[in-house]
Nanobody, 119 residues
Framework: QVPLVESGGGLVQTGGSLRLSCAAS????????MGWFRQAPGQERELLAT????????SYADSVKGRFTISRDNSKNTVYLQMNSLKPEDTAVYYC????????????WGQGTQVTVSS
């Protein structure tokens, strides 16, 4: 069973919006800090946003601050990434991941979902 499954990616025009979802299984979702990452071709993986186990303390990379919002619903074992005002440079494969609070290492990863922003 895959621990994390992302969905919601696709093709969108510049300025558009997408909402990514990441459904968790196998582990106790409500005990983990969740993060969203992305990786574009030829580039390093970038951490975009994190959210604590309780849904508080969201943090964002400067590249997405003010445009992206991370949230979670522990009753549904799901974390979301609302992406607004999308730009062509947001084109990448987006991944969700989970880690124990206080740890720097992410224990579980999804398979990724492609987001393409056309100019």
């Amino acid at each position: 069973q895959v621990p994390l499954v992302e969905s919601g990616g696709g093709l969108v025009q510049t300025g558009g919006s997408l909402r990514l979802s990441c459904a968790a299984s196998v582990f106790t979702f409500s005990s983990y800090v969740m993060g969203w990452f992305r990786q574009a071709p030829g580039q390093e993986r970038e951490l975009l946003a994190t959210i604590s186990w309780s849904g508080g303390s969201p943090s964002y990379a400067d590249s997405v601050k003010g445009r992206f919002t991370i949230s979670r619903d522990n009753s549904k074992n799901t974390v979301y990434l609302q992406m607004n005002s999308l730009k062509p440079e947001d084109t990448a494969v987006y991944y969700c991941a989970a880690r124990i609070s206080g740890s720097h290492d992410y224990n579980y990863w999804g398979q990724g979902t492609q987001v393409t922003v056309s100019s």
